[in-house]
């Protein structure tokens, strides 16, 4: 099946979608809803997600695929980047980005979605709690030390060491 025809681009025809959340790209060309909270929010201090990104780190908050809804007008607009293969093409992992002002928007996985929350419209000195990272992965490669309390992996989280603050 066409990826425009699957969640989170498309919803069944007669299939109802509570917006929750909204959200875009920079310049706007990409446009997406949220129906829940995010399971689940982390920093990823990975050299591949620096340079992605060119940030010290990536903010993701996750969804499931269901709860995510792209606007129709802005499926033209995206582009797909396979990181690990180094393509633009949808080939899942792949990194989703805006085709126009190019930030970053969200990372799809084959069930999940690793939103970027810089890209909804949250007040961000009062990030809502759900938004907010439960904990660092990838620390051992950090280029930047944060003193927040959260738990730290050295890699993946819960299948890597923890390191102290
Ligand atoms: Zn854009
Ligand atoms: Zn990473």
């Not at 949808?90 to 990194?95: G, M, V």
């Not at 000195?125 to 938004?131: E, L, M, Q, V, Y």
Request: hydrophobic residues 30%.
């Amino acid at each position: 099946m066409d990826w425009r025809e699957q969640q989170p681009y498309a919803r069944k025809q007669g299939e109802s979608f509570d917006v929750k959340y909204t959200g875009s790209c920079y310049c706007g060309a990409v446009k997406f809803k949220a129906s829940s909270d995010p399971v689940d929010a982390k920093f990823c201090h990975c050299t591949g997600c620096q340079s992605l990104h060119g940030a010290p780190m990536q903010w993701a908050a996750i969804f499931h695929k269901k709860d995510i809804l792209f606007d129709e007008d802005a499926l033209d607009n995206i582009n797909f980047y396979d990181s690990e293969n180094k393509q633009n093409v949808r080939h899942l992992p792949c990194k989703i980005s805006c085709k126009q002002c190019r930030s970053p928007i969200a990372d799809e996985g084959r069930n999940m979605m690793l939103m970027f929350p810089v890209a909804f419209k949250i007040d961000r000195r009062n990030i809502p709690h759900a938004f907010k990272p439960t904990c660092h992965i990838f620390y051992g490669q950090r280029v930047a030390d944060i003193k927040d309390g959260m738990p730290k992996f050295e890699g993946h989280k819960d299948h890597s060491n923890k390191i102290e603050e």
